[in-house]
């Protein structure tokens, strides 16, 4: 038997708002582009960055959470897995896309109004569909990665 492992786990910036959808039997779908970047120093030592853009969606309770909580520029950590689709384009060409399916999001900084991550929780319905790490895992991780 084959075993294989399809996952991914990105930290970086949203790039644009995210966009609500649902389909047409109401299921609520999510996505939004995210950035991630690494630099280097090149063999003169010049700084080098590149930015990779990857497309997000998220269905059903982490869609709806991602719609309310984060905006364009939140530092986030995305935990999912890779799907390819294939689709037609309005001209006839055959189009592959690469987009990350969401299972799980966390928000790495405070809200830049000045409002904590849980200032929101207490007014909206998360589904049970979304799981949720705890608040120790979350400030360990955000340890971390401070820059």
Not at 95 to 104: F, G, H, K, Y
């Amino acid at each position: 038997m084959s075993r294989t492992l399809n996952k991914v786990m990105l930290i970086g910036n949203v790039g644009k708002e995210p966009e609500l959808k649902e389909t047409p039997g109401g299921v609520p779908v999510t996505s939004f582009r995210m950035a991630t970047s690494e630099s280097w120093k090149d063999k003169d030592g010049f700084l080098k960055e590149h930015t990779d853009w990857h497309t997000v969606v998220a269905w059903r309770g982490l869609a709806k959470v991602i719609d309310k909580l984060v905006t364009k520029g939140t530092r986030i950590y995305v935990e999912g897995r890779l799907q390819t689709r294939n689709y037609e384009d309005n001209d006839g060409n055959r189009r592959q896309v690469v987009e990350i399916l969401a299972d799980n999001m966390l928000i790495l900084e405070d809200r830049k109004n000045g409002k904590s991550r849980d200032d929101d929780e207490d007014n909206f319905d998360f589904d049970d569909d979304f799981s949720t790490k705890s608040k120790e895992i979350e400030d360990d991780f955000d340890s971390r990665f401070d820059d």
